[in-house]
T-cell receptor
């Protein structure tokens, strides 16, 4: 079945780069997403990548996709205290065409000043 | 401003009660979704609706019910049959199921007292 896995916690110092990793199982995924959730709030879409792409860069964010290994990563350059949040990796299933998203457990990013 | 609104933000339920969570969107989106979030488990799909007057069960539909009488509204009822309803509930919408971006509400935290 579909499954998305993430490590649960990452701690970095302000100004360092953060790398959050994700693995998924469904090879028919069409889009892969990164969402950010601040405490007590909903999810905000940060960026997404189409499954036929290897990399996407958007300002401080870089997404890398290794389709062979079904591995997705999000790199945040020059991490700031405002980046502290939970980050979710999610995939949409091309085979289902329902718009359903399969989420990982979320990685809590702690940024120390 | 267009967006997706959930209410209330906090909800308390007594044992044996049904409660209804509201989700309204003014984005003219076709598809709407209800997810449940528990700590360390990511988001799990409860119900979804791709079009008015039609909805489908997600992965954890037992103890929940929905309706989609209007395009803008997708209320979720947590029934007394749901044995462990304490969680954070998130509503989302997508313009159509081929679209890439899901918009999320700010969530409702339901607590059983």
């Amino acid at each position: 079945g579909e499954d998305v896995e993430q490590s649960l916690f990452l701690s970095v110092r302000e100004g360092d780069s953060s790398v959050i990793n994700c693995t998924y199982t469904d090879s028919s995924s069409t889009y892969l997403y990164w969402y950010k959730q601040e405490p007590g709030a909903g999810l905000q879409l940060l960026t997404y990548i189409f499954s036929n792409m290897d990399m996407k860069q958007d300002q401080r964010l870089t997404v890398l996709l290794n389709k062979k290994d079904k591995h997705l990563s999000l790199r945040i350059a020059d991490t700031q205290t405002g980046d502290s949040a939970i980050y979710f990796c999610a995939e949409s299933l091309g085979s289902s065409n329902t718009g359903k998203l399969i989420f990982g457990q979320g990685t809590t990013l702690q940024v120390k000043p | 401003d267009g967006g997706i609104t959930q209410s209330p933000k906090y909800l308390f339920r007594k044992e044996g009660q049904n409660v209804t969570l509201s989700c309204e969107q003014n984005l003219n989106h076709d598809a709407m979704y209800w997810y449940r979030q528990d700590p360390g488990q990511g988001l799990r799909l409860i119900y979804y609706s791709q079009i008015v007057n039609d909805f489908q069960k997600g992965d954890i539909a037992e103890g929940y019910s929905v309706s989609r009488e209007k395009k803008e509204s997708f209320p979720l009822t947590v029934t007394s049959a749901q044995k462990n309803p304490t969680a954070f509930y998130l509503c989302a919408s997508i313009r159509d199921t081929m679209n890439t971006e899901a918009f999320f509400g700010q969530g409702t935290r339901l607590t059983v007292v």
